[in-house]
């Protein structure tokens, strides 16, 4: 890892849950990082990867652009009791991947296929690259992991676009992540969560959150796991922890 590198003291924070945040920043090219084992450690992406997921999907065009309604093999993957509302009837890239709906993205990485998969996994240099337990599956408690701190390294190879996919596709999927811009400041973000991830303990969550912030002709990239009993634990958690770290570097700033 290149840069200058900083501990971060958050552990009043995450208080008794497990967890990990970088946070590097371009202009001063220096990571800030709280748990430093745990940053390396390499966990399942769930929902994250979603973010390559659409890049492969545009530059391959088996998604015409993010507008346009892509419908999924509904015998392969049919309605399932536990499936959120959101997840029901037609969708685009861009409501597909606010709402996170998994099935429509193990579509589109089924009609990616393996060879073309593979070949931008490499070219983004994705955790550890392995997608061999399954082209729809790989990210969800299959073979691909990927850490804290190989999450920030994909994200700046993605904003700086160093694979030299198309302009448009990239643009197109930053424009996907935007959660929030105002005041000159944008705050790009993607979540990821599951359980599984534990042999030892299967019914443990995991959740993430991975983007950056643009202000004033600098970036600041980022990305937390944390992991606890339930969802209802962290889903909240993990957003204010990112925000309250965001806030006390002066990242960010609430008026």
Partial sequence: MQGKEKVMDCSALFGKYDGTI?????????????????????????STFKILNSIIALETGVV??????????TVRYPPEHWWPQPWYGRHTMRSAIRFSVVPFYREVATRIGDDRMKKYVDAFGYGNCD????????WLNGSLGISAMEQVAFLIRFYRNEPGVKKKT?????????????????????TGRGWGFLKDAPTMVLGWYIGYVERENDV????????????????????DIVMKVLEQ?????HT
Avoid: H
Wanted: with cysteine; hydrophobic share 40%.
């Fill in 131 to 138: 997608i061999s337990s399954g082209i729809d599956a790989f």
């Fill in 220 to 239: 600041w990239f980022f990305a937390l796991n944390i992991e606890g009993d339930s969802m209802n634990d962290i889903q909240k958690l993990r957003t």
């Fill in 170 to 190: 990239i643009d197109t999927v930053k424009s996907l992540l935007v959660l929030e811009n105002e005041n000159s400041c944008s705050l790009s973000v993607k």
């Fill in 249 to 253: 570097r002066g990242v960010i700033r």
């Fill in 22 to 46: 970088v946070l590097y920043n371009m202009s001063s090219d220096t990571y800030s990082v709280y748990n430093k084992a745990r940053s390396l450690k390499r966990f399942t992406p769930y």
């Fill in 64 to 73: 015409k652009d993010a507008d346009a309604v892509f419908t999924w093999d």
